[in-house]
C-alpha cells in the first residue's frame, strides 16, 4: 500500500458520489412530485455526506503527505 492509495480512493469516489448527486438533483428537477422524494432526498443527503467524507480523506491524506515531506527534507 502506497500514500496514494487513499488519495486515489476519496478522488474516484468523490468523483462517484458527485455524478449521483448530479443524477439525483437532475431527476427531481425533471419530474414531478412522486411518491419518491422522500427517497431522493435520502440520496441526497447521503450523497453530501459522502461527499464530505471524502473531501476530509483528501485534506488528512494531503497533510500527511505535507508533513511526511518535512521530515524528509
Aim: charged share 20%.
Amino acid at each position: 500500500m502506497t500514500s496514494l492509495d487513499p488519495i486515489q480512493t476519496a478522488t474516484l469516489d468523490l468523483r462517484y458520489q458527485v455524478h449521483r448527486l448530479a443524477e439525483t438533483a437532475e431527476r427531481l428537477a425533471r419530474e414531478a412530485p412522486t411518491g419518491h422524494l422522500a427517497g431522493d432526498l435520502v440520496d441526497l443527503h447521503v450523497g453530501r455526506q459522502a461527499v464530505h467524507a471524502n473531501v476530509a480523506v483528501l485534506r488528512t491524506a494531503d497533510e500527511m503527505v505535507g508533513t511526511l515531506l518535512d521530515v524528509l527534507a
